[in-house]
């Protein structure tokens, strides 16, 4: 990027990156009981809390600016590129968006977004005809959609980490672990009532 282009202080940025993701997440998860909500308003505090680092204002460059200013002297922190931490801090002195944790971020990404959608496919069935999502992705891994979301998340925090979205991180996939136990004991509890 060249340094007369802003780099932060882009809110409509923010708005339009955090709208497209959680419309996306919410037209796949499509939050109905007060758990799911809670799960769905965490994944989409998680994407607020991102792009408005990234585009926004840089709270961890700033509250890292110290320690980081001493250690890489010649970086300028208040750049786009320097947002990317990991390629920083790990030398990466090229363009970032060509950097390996950002190539692996796009995997992460990626492969839970294929996730998402492939468990949408067969849970849209399933949920059709009033039977168990056992087939196609569901026949591999039990909880697909919420694995994805959370490969997601782990691609964002590779691609651009935050003080904030390190920390939220653990908490939104425990969050998702406890949401799918429910899940299983409430689709278990409906099948020996069927039964």
Known sequence: MHDNVPAYGLWSLVLLNSAVFIFFAFSFFKPKSPRDWRSFGAFSAFILALFTEM??????????SGWLQSRYPDVNWLSHDAGHLLEELFGWRANPHFGPFHLLSFLFIGG???????GWRV??????????ATTGIYARI???????????????LLQWP????????????????RLARH??????????ITA
């Open 142 to 156: 039990r909880h697909p959609q919420y694995v994805g979301f959370v490969l997601v998340m782990f691609g964002f």
């Open 55 to 64: 585009y926004g204002f840089p709270l961890t460059i700033y509250l890292l």
């Open 123 to 132: 849970l849209y069935e399933a949920q059709r005809r009033g039977t168990l």
């Open 183 to 192: 899940e299983e004991q409430e689709a278990l509890g409906r099948r020996l």
């Open 162 to 177: 935050t003080l904030l979205t390190v920390a939220m991180f653990p908490v939104l996939a425990f969050m998702y672990w």
């Open 112 to 118: 839970g977004f294929m996730l998402i959608a492939a």
